[in-house]
């Protein structure tokens, strides 16, 4: 028995250099993948410095051709004139990043996009007209440059801080008080013990959801999560600066919820925007994006209170 373990035994020299192996090329795989997030993360960058500083050539640089803008596919002369365009209106137009998140061949920038009119839009004169939203960037590379771009904004808010519409709400109480309540719905279903069927209920089949940590899901995804246990469910989910604005059968609430852990690992702060949609008279969610806000302390009262 003792000559088995030894470790002049070949059996044991054999399996401790396949161990060997395996170590080797998994802190290689690790090491290479960390190489490839810091290359994206520098290459996001790159964009948004080219951006900033309205650098038409450096941008040119970071884009392939063609390039594919949302779903639309255009050569990089064509995505690199609507920019100039938005720095024309904008001329003072900044993205300042908070998160940085790498995935493959993904990387998503969520930060603040703030700028100040000049001149027309749509037939309205928006110089002087501030504006301050926030925006998730989806970036997809290929070989070391952009080749796919999805922005994630609240273009109705943006339009409204500059007055480049006019928008004239259609709600009535009855409406504000449901959304208002199917709102709540949503979130009694992500706490203990979940309730998937709930998900099914108010979800959209098209729904699309931007969440806190930048990751994307759809209805099937969030039920099956739901259903295999998966979520990390919440003991409380605490919700107040509700806001609903209707238009016709569209509808946008916003609000901030605080996520408590049931488990003490920490509370994540969160402004909410919810986008519903009315069919046959019955209102279902089709657009959810979270933006995570910082610490605790950004949040006031309890459930209880509100």
């Known amino acids: 028995m003792n000559e088995l373990i030894t470790s002049s035994n070949p059996v044991v020299i054999f399996l401790t ?3 060997g192996l395996v170590f080797i090329a998994s802190s290689c795989q690790q090491a290479d993948r960390e ?8 290459l996001a960058t790159s ?3 080219a951006l900033n500083t309205q650098d038409r050539e450096a941008l040119e640089d970071v884009i392939t051709d063609p390039f594919t803008y949302g779903e639309q596919e255009m050569t990089r002369e064509a995505f690199l004139d609507h920019v100039e365009g938005g720095w024309e209106i904008f001329p003072d137009m900044q993205f300042d990043p908070t998160h940085v998140l790498t995935a493959e061949d993904y990387v998503t920038v969520c930060g603040v996009l703030t700028g100040t009119g ?4 749509h037939g309205h004169d928006i110089s002087g007209q501030e504006f301050e939203v926030t925006e998730i960037i989806l ?3 290929q ?3 952009i080749a796919r771009m999805h922005v ?4 109705l808010d943006l339009w409204e801080q500059i007055a480049a519409v006019e928008i004239s709400p259609v709600s009535s109480n009855q409406d504000d008080e449901t959304l208002q309540r199917l709102e709540r719905e949503v979130f009694d279903a992500f706490e203990l013990p979940g309730d998937a069927g709930a998900i099914d209920r108010l979800y959209s089949e098209d729904l699309l959801a931007i969440n806190a940590d930048a990751s994307y899901s759809d209805k099937q995804e969030a039920v099956e999560i739901v259903e295999a246990g998966r979520f990390p469910f919440m003991e409380e989910i605490v919700n107040d600066e509700t806001r609903v604005r209707q238009f016709g059968d569209t509808a946008v609430v916003t609000g901030r919820s605080k996520w408590v852990d049931p488990e003490d690992e920490g ?8 986008i519903w949609e009315k069919e046959d008279g019955r209102w279902q969610m089709a657009g959810w994006q979270g933006t995570p806000l910082p610490g605790e302390g950004a949040y006031g009262p309890e459930r209880g209170e509100i």
Request: no cysteine; proline share 0%.
């Open 118 to 121: 000049e001149g027309e839009y």
């Open 139 to 141: 970036l997809g590379v």
């Open 47 to 49: 964009y948004v410095e």
């Open 152 to 155: 994630e904004r609240d273009d």
């Open 35 to 42: 190489a490839a997030a810091a290359q994206h993360e520098e």
């Open 17 to 19: 250099f396949l161990l």
């Open 143 to 145: 070989e070391g440059q």
């Open 267 to 274: 509370t994540a702060v969160v402004r909410h925007t919810m």
